[in-house]
């Protein structure tokens, strides 16, 4: 089975700098889908970003950035220029690249709480 | 613009009660989700629906029941409420075709509180 790691249960940036959230997962599978998602407090869940695991290309939507390493199962979420708004609870997730039934769920990690920090 | 609605964002009841949550989505897709979630836990899910009238369990579905007569609402369902099922509850949805761009859409949440 399938499952995915956050070790940092809490992170803290200053406004404007740079922070990296850290995402290891475990899978026998060569095809699979990745997703940051973010929860702000109190708010609807967004899709931050994703990455197709046959893409070598890191995503990248505007400050937000992956470093997808697939030999080690990692996949690291990067924010630039860190603003207030950035603040929240963020989650991996993972799906698998099949299709149909139970392989359209998603795999959380425990999730890592950002502050940002005026 | 996209929409998932989940009937309340606070609920309390009591011990034993019978609870209903309903979700629903204006985006005509196929897949439905039900998430508990929390801290330190993350997401867990509790039942899915791949089709009307389609469910099948997810990881955590003791003490939960759902329906799902319409494609565009799915319910979910505590038959006996107790105080280990308060949490929040998040529904979802994502279409088959397009699951694996556009990941799953999310409803604002459900807290529930069983006292």
């Known amino acids: 089975a399938q499952t995915v790691t956050q070790s940092q249960p809490e992170m803290s940036v200053q406004e404007a700098e740079t922070v990296t959230l850290s995402c290891t997962y475990d899978t026998s599978e060569s095809d699979y889908y990745l997703f940051w998602y973010k929860q702000p407090p109190s708010r609807q869940m967004i899709l931050v970003i994703r990455q197709e695991a046959y893409k070598q290309q890191n995503a990248t939507e505007n400050r937000f950035s992956v470093n997808f390493q697939k030999a080690a199962k990692s996949f690291s979420l990067k924010i630039s220029d860190s603003q207030l708004g950035d603040a929240a609870m963020y989650f991996c997730a993972y799906r698998s690249g099949n299709y149909g039934g139970a392989t359209n769920k998603l795999i959380f990690g425990t999730g890592t709480l950002l502050a940002v920090q005026p | 613009d996209v929409k998932v609605t989940q009937s309340s964002r606070y609920l309390v009841k009591r011990t034993g009660e019978k609870v209903f949550l309903e979700c629903v989505q204006d985006?005509?897709?196929?897949?439905m989700f039900w998430y508990r979630q929390d801290p330190g836990l993350g997401l867990r899910l509790i039942y899915f629906s791949y089709d009307v009238k389609m469910k099948e369990k997810g990881d955590i579905p003791e003490g939960y029941s759902v329906s799902r007569e319409k494609k565009e609402r799915f319910s979910l369902i505590l038959e006996s409420a107790s105080t280990n099922q308060t949490s929040m509850y998040l529904c979802?949805?994502?279409?088959?075709?397009?699951?694996?761009?556009?990941?799953?859409?999310f409803g604002p949440g459900t807290r529930l509180t069983v006292l």
């Open positions: 985006m005509d897709h196929e897949n």
């Open positions: 979802a949805s994502t279409s088959f075709t397009s699951g694996s761009y556009e990941g799953q859409f």
